[in-house]
Structure formats: C-alpha cells, structure tokens
C-alpha cells in the first residue's frame, strides 16, 4: 500500500493499481469491481480498503475524471466507520481535489478543512500542512494572494530545520515563488523558485517541479532575460513529458506558446480547443492563451474573430464568478478588457477594467497587468485621466514604462523613422491633437494622418499611447 502511494506521488499513476490489487490480496479481498466495498470486513481491512479507495479517487483526479473521483470517495466514506480516522483523512483530501477540479470550490474548502481537521486528531502533521497548502492553492484562484501567501509562509516556519524537504514544504515554496512573480518581487521569486526546483528534483516531486519551473519561466520573461527562459520552458517540457501525465506536458506547451509568441502558431494548430467552447475550467490556462494569441493577431482579426473571444471570456467570466474565483476573474476581465478595446468599445472597455483593479488592487496583484504590455498602458493611462484607482495604476504604468516587463521584441529596431516622422512622434509625446500638430508644421491633416499611420507601421503599434511606449522604450524621445 505504502508503494501505491509513493507511485501516486511520484506522478506514476500506472504503477498504482498493479500495488493496489496487491495489498488486497495480502488481506483475501476479492472486488468484482473497482466500486465494491465488501460486508463483515476486518477494522485493519477496513483501513486498507479506505485507503485503497482515496488512491483511486486521487487516480481519477489526476486522469481527468473528477466525477468518478467523487463516487469513488462518498462510497467509500459511506462504509467507513465514524471512528476510522487515517482512511477519512484520505478520503476527504481527495474528495478536496475532486470538487476543486469540478469547479466547485466551496465544497472543496469544506472537505480540504475536514481533511486537516482529522489529520490533525490523529497528530499527522505533515498531512495537516499538506491540507493547509491545497486550501492555499484554492485561495490564489480565489484571488486571496495576501491569505495564501501567508499559509505558505506559516508552512515554511513550520518546516524550518528539517532534512527532508516534506512534500508540504515544496508545496509552499512552489506556490510562494509563484505569488512572489506575481507580486513582481523578483529577488524574492527568484530564490524561493531557486530553491523549489532544487528540493522537487532532489525528492522526485515532478507534478511540482514542473509548476515551479513554468513559474521561473514566467519570472525570467517578466525579466526580458529569454535565454534562460528558453532553457527553463525545455526543462519543464523534459520534466512533463518524464512524467507521463498528459495534461501536465499541455500546459507547459500552452504555456510556451504563451510566453514565445514565435511558437504559436504550431500549438495553435494540435490544440482541441476553440472560442466557440464552453470554456471547461480544467483547460482554463489554455483558453486564455487562446485568447491572447487571437488578440494578438489585431491586424488580421475580423471584428467577428474579436467578438468571438469576447464571447469565451465572458462564458469563462460567469463560471469563475459563480464559483468565487475572483483571480480567475481579474485576468479574464483584463483581456475582455483588450478585446473591447479592440472592438473599439472604449467605455465599455474601462468598465471592465476598473472592475479588474477594484478587485486586483487590495491583493497587490501586478504581472496579470503588466504582462499585457502596451495595451494595458492605454487603458491605464485612461484609468489614471478618470481618477477610476489611479495611485493604483500609476503603479502599475510606471512597471511597465520603466522596462521591467521587457518583451521579446524590445530588442528589435525598427525602421528608421525620417525627420519629419520623429518631429511628429516627438509632438505626440506632449499630448497635441493631430489638428494641433498641423498647425504647429504648417501642414494639412491629412498630412499628419499620414505621418502617424507610417510612425505606426514603423513602431509595430497601433495606438498613439502605443507608439508613445515603444519610442520611450526604443530611446526614440
């Protein structure tokens, strides 16, 4: 049984039940199916039994079942004696991960909370911290950056001093590292992931070295350092394809199509998914990297192909709301917001988005915005002109004003602009009118029309807030 479970943990979920099967004989239990619970059993066959049936539901979990993961657990929980407390724990954590991947984080936090409550009756404490960090977890997607930061926290003091990274420790510097990115404390992240890759690959935590690696990923493209972020996107794509969980090596290839837009357009054409999808919560990473990529083509997108993305995001909007996952929220009204924009729905646009920093703003949130680059510069810039959180997104301008958000192409020169080009970009700058520019050069409109569309072509951008951005990036003023 213990060999089950370091199969389970070690992400080999084919080498379960081969172990499963045989502690049962060891005790003469015969299921004629996997659901069976037998009658007159003994209290140790019982606890066997328990266990058996969390490491199925933990299975099923892993494999994308959910809902088998449920049944598994409630009959199991059924059968159980009040006073079997081991086989609750397990039984309870994996009903956590079961409601949590079924969308339904209420019931997720109550079984979470009955697990630790049990673990801790029975003075299993690395488990009690394991059930603190899948409750921290739940907090992130629930928008709570502050709460689960310091759960991770409480767990590390906790952990303090002991030889064995316990599974409970990796979990919170995994999670920290993520919350510190987030928080654009960089030093911070940068040790904590640091020390999360290197305790994940010395334990065999796949699952979680494989999160920690997209995380320093992230870290080092918010920090415009691609080499290393190249080199961290094959490790995570070694360690997913290592693990055999196929859900596992899709994310981290979404995830490479998301932060290397050169490598979209071959994940765009193996995924499953379309915009015209419900949306499914369990591939929500996905989705919103489909709709990045697709606003990101704004030359080519038709206003339908824009509409449509609004449409996935706001289906995606509904059941994040309906089940309190307001991080969710916050980064799927951020890119409403850019579609809107797009679609030229300015004030539509702004509505969305202050809904996004009135939630984001107490939690501190920062690389959900900043990571948008120039668009989301423009509907700051409008936020801080409406007074709509205005210390709050100063802030978060001045990041990406001050080049800590390098992106890719910030290292590519355009075309040079003419003389008459860089004096009007240069005036555009100071916030004149196109009618207020033409007086000033003595020339036509028109004329100045047909500066800024080249100055634009030039810069590839496609706004003047846009433009303004890119030349203060490029030294251009």
């Known amino acids: 049984l213990m060999l089950a479970w370091a199969h389970f943990f070690s992400t080999d979920m084919d080498g379960v039940e081969p172990r499963i099967h ?57 059968h159980l004696p009040a006073d079997e407390r081991l086989g609750r724990f397990a039984l ?27 673990s801790e009756v029975i003075d299993q404490y690395d488990a009690s911290m394991t059930m603190r960090m899948d409750l921290a977890r739940l907090r992130v997607k629930m928008g709570q950056l502050r709460h689960a930061e310091a759960i991770c926290r409480e767990v590390l003091e906790w952990g303090s001093g002991r030889y064995h990274p316990l599974l409970p420790v990796i979990q919170a510097y ?102 015209d999808d419900e949306g499914d919560f369990r591939q929500e990473d996905g989705y919103l990297t489909l709709a990045r990529l697709r606003l990101d083509q704004e030359k080519r997108a038709l206003p339908s192909d824009l509409e449509a993305v609004y449409c996935l995001l706001e289906r995606m909007l509904a059941h994040a709301q309906a089940s309190t996952r307001t991080g969710s929220a916050i980064e799927i009204m951020i890119l409403q917001a850019r579609a809107l924009q797009q679609l030229g729905r300015i004030q539509d646009s702004l509505s969305k988005f202050q809904h996004a920093l009135r939630l984001a703003e107490p939690e501190g949130y920062v690389r959900l915005f900043v990571d948008e680059g120039a668009p989301v510069a423009e509907l700051l810039l409008l936020a801080i002109r409406r007074n709509d959180h205005a210390r709050y997104a100063g802030k978060l301008l001045s ?79």
């Not at 266990?51 to 199925?56: C, F």
């Not at 309870?92 to 049990?118: H, I, K, P, V, W």
């Not at 360690?239 to 998301?258: D, K, M, N, P, Y």
């Open 22 to 78: 045989d502690a049962l004989l060891s005790q003469g239990l015969h299921l004629s199916a996997a659901e069976d619970w037998p009658e007159g059993i003994s209290p140790e066959a019982c606890e066997i039994l328990s266990q058996v049936y969390a490491l199925r539901a933990f299975v099923s979990v892993n494999r994308g079942d959910p809902k088998k993961a449920i049944q598994i657990a409630r009959l199991a929980l059924d």
């Open 92 to 118: 309870m954590a994996s009903l956590g991960d079961a409601y949590r991947d079924t969308d339904n984080f209420a019931a997720a936090s109550q079984a979470y909370s009955e697990a630790m409550a049990a």
């Open 174 to 275: 995994t999670l920290l590292g993520e919350i510190m990115r987030e928080k654009n404390q960089f030093e911070q992240a940068e040790q904590i992931l640091a020390t999360s890759i290197r305790q994940c690959q010395w334990a065999g935590y796949q699952r979680y070295l494989v999160y920690s690696q997209i995380s320093y990923a992230r870290l080092k493209y918010a920090q415009g350092d691609f080499d290393t972020l190249n080199v961290a996107l094959e490790s995570a794509s070694q360690t997913a394809s290592a693990s055999g969980i196929v859900s596992l090596r899709e994310w981290v290839e979404q995830f490479r199509a998301r932060l290397l837009r050169k490598k979209a357009t071959d994940w765009l054409k193996k995924i499953r998914i379309a915009l």
């Open 399 to 477: 990041v990406i004003e001050s080049g800590k958000n390098s992106q890719e192409t910030s290292t590519e020169y355009p075309e040079a602009l003419t003389e008459r080009e860089s004096e009007v970009l240069r005036l555009l700058g100071t916030g004149l009118s196109n009618q207020e520019i033409a007086e000033i050069l003595v020339v036509s409109l028109s004329t100045v029309k047909t500066h800024i569309t080249r100055i634009y072509s030039k810069l590839n951008v496609t706004s003047r807030t846009q433009a303004i951005l890119r030349a203060q990036e490029l030294s251009l003023l």
